[in-house]
């Protein structure tokens, strides 16, 4: 069993700032890349940032140069620094993990269930 948990979210104002974790626990041998995604109201999901296991990252345009992605692999935790926060940030915040269970096992995408971002005056 695999869980995937995102903490961190809330209402801020235009300009503030948040931190979101994500924490991944659970039987696991190896966790590939990791990454958050989000999905607006009348939106489809999409990716904000990842990481590999090595710390290479990629961002969406929408964000970069505002949120910063971070990992710690021997607590399998994920960050995102969201700073300069704008209304069109509000969404529920996803994050995932690519992983194996097991050393010969097969690779797949476990999900969280989401922590909710609301930025308005």
């Known amino acids: 069993q695999v869980q995937v948990v995102e903490s961190g979210g809330g209402l801020v104002q235009p300009g503030e700032s948040l931190r979101l974790s994500c924490s991944v626990s659970g039987t696991i041998y190896m966790v590939d890349a990791m990454a958050w995604y989000r999905q607006a109201p009348g939106k489809q999901r999409e990716l904000v940032a990842m990481i590999t296991e090595g710390l290479a990252t990629n961002y969406a345009d929408s964000v970069k140069g505002r949120f910063t992605i971070s990992r710690d692999n021997v607590k399998k935790m994920i960050f995102l620094e969201m700073n300069s926060l704008e209304p069109e940030d509000t969404a529920v915040y996803y994050c995932?993990?690519?992983?194996?269970?097991?050393?010969?096992?097969?690779?797949?995408?476990?999900w969280g269930q989401g922590t909710q971002v609301t930025v308005s005056s």
């Open positions: 995932n993990a690519d992983l194996t269970q097991s050393r010969f096992g097969v690779r797949r995408v476990y």
